[in-house]
């Protein structure tokens, strides 16, 4: 059985205070007294009545006073008051309405009509209590069921469209080795082909020395001396191109791999520098910038156990997001105040004080963030990028990464106009479980 509600009855007149408490107790109900507006707020301190029967007429502060100051606390807010009062005019009632007051009883009391009137609120106190419950509770549900369907938005991203894309990439990568083979193969022989022949025409010029008029022409023509010096300097170019190919090649290979169910070792190092050739093309001077400035500080750092799929991810996010920041830095600047003061990407590695973790830092000196977007940074679909520009998926999704698959932190540190610094810690072995248990996809795409 359920403790009897406890009431509390404030009136200055000691025989209201003996008739109104008879009459509750003989129905049940605990009864508190106080005698004025004063004590009633000293006494509600201690103990937090049900219900509170109000006199409007008191010495001190009057029960409208004593009404309000109720109201104002936070604690006891929701206690619902009624007022006892000979005062039956409307401005009164409207006063004590407009003070919080829920009704009001007239003075001479009616027994019958005050256990109504306290039953009855106590009554709408309590379901009012039980409602508030249930929409906390369900609140609460919602929120947990859209924080996972979020999740699941994010799973979704990096398993479908990302995967696809990922897939199409390492496609391209594989596909372009056979060529590159070919043609690097055959320059070796076309370099001892040609130089056989020049050493060829060389005999010829050594033994013949006055050809005819036709032949001197024809060497005339040819320029055979700068021939024969631009030549190894051409087949030089040739080597350099296809090596140029054949490291963009395993660059994409690297950062597009496909991840297992299970963490690998890998050198991040590798997929940071993957990272940066596949976004050389941003960083790249063009009309109105001179080239970003890459600095790499990279510690002694051993693999770690990661996903080095999704890892290459989180880093060409951060990378192209930092790349964003300096554009924007630069609009109102010319090409000579940009060279003056150089757009620039920090990236430094290093090994944590304890040696179970690394952290990389990826610094930028660009437009920099606000306290309030700093807030924001991590929340799934937030953006301050234009409508078609960014989908608010990037940042969040890297941070789920590195939290929930790696068991890791990302932090960010930013001030506006002086640049913005995103800092990854991750432990160097990874736990048993796997941290999502969702099938892993190369998640290559930078959505931001």
Not at 242 to 271: A, M, Y
Request: charged share 25%.
């Amino acid at each position: 059985m359920s403790e009897p509600a406890l009431i509390l009855v404030v009136d200055d007149t000691p025989a209201n205070l003996e008739v109104m408490s008879e009459v509750l107790s003989d129905a049940g109900y605990e009864v508190a007294i106080a005698i004025d507006g004063e004590r009633a707020l000293k006494q509600i301190q201690h103990s937090f009545p049900d219900l509170i029967l109000l006199d409007v007429m008191m010495p001190g502060i009057d029960g409208f006073e004593t009404c309000k100051r109720l109201k104002e606390n936070p604690e006891t807010f929701e206690i619902p008051i009624i007022f006892m009062t000979a005062l039956s005019d409307i401005e009164n009632k409207v006063k004590g309405f407009n003070a919080g007051a829920v009704d009001y009883i007239t003075k001479p009391f009616q027994e019958i009509e005050v256990l109504a009137r306290v039953k009855l609120h106590l009554k709408l106190h309590s379901l009012t209590k039980n409602l508030e419950e249930k929409v906390s509770l369900r609140t609460a549900e919602l929120s947990l069921a859209l924080e996972d369907l979020q999740k699941s938005q994010l799973q979704l991203v990096q398993k479908e469209k990302l995967s696809t894309l990922g897939q199409l990439v390492a496609g391209v990568a594989h596909e372009i080795n056979n060529p590159v083979g070919f043609v690097s193969g055959n320059l070796d022989y076309a370099e001892q082909y040609v130089t056989e022949l020049l050493s060829l025409v060389e005999l010829y010029q050594q033994h013949y020395p006055n050809p005819v008029v036709e032949i001197q022409e024809a060497l005339d023509c040819l320029e055979l001396d700068y021939l024969k010096e631009d030549f190894p300097k051409l087949i030089l170019s040739m080597k350099e191109g296809i090596d140029r190919i054949r490291n963009i090649s395993t660059s994409l290979r690297t950062f597009s791999r496909s991840d297992s169910d299970r963490p690998i070792s890998f050198n991040i190092h590798e997929g940071l520098d993957s990272t940066l050739m596949i976004l050389k093309y941003r960083l790249k001077e063009n009309n109105t910038r001179p080239a970003i400035v890459i600095e790499k500080n990279y510690g002694n750092l051993s693999k770690i156990e990661c996903f080095p799929g999704k890892l290459n991810q989180v880093f060409m996010n951060l990378i192209a997001n930092a790349i964003d920041a300096l554009e924007e830095s630069n609009w109102g600047r010319t090409f000579a105040e940009i060279k003056d003061h150089p757009n620039r990407i920090m990236i430094q590695t290093e090994c944590s004080d304890n040696g179970e973790q690394v952290l990389i830092r990826i610094q930028d000196n660009g437009i920099g963030m606000s306290d309030e977007v700093q807030s924001q940074v991590f929340q799934h679909l937030f953006t301050t990028k234009a409508v078609g520009q960014g989908t608010g998926l990037g940042l969040s999704i890297a941070n789920q990464i590195v939290v929930e698959k790696h068991g890791g932190k990302l932090d960010v540190k930013s001030q506006l106009g002086k640049g913005s610094e995103f800092i990854i810690t991750l432990p160097i072995r990874q736990e048993e479980k796997d941290r999502l248990g969702e099938e892993d996809s190369c998640p290559l795409a930078t959505v931001m």
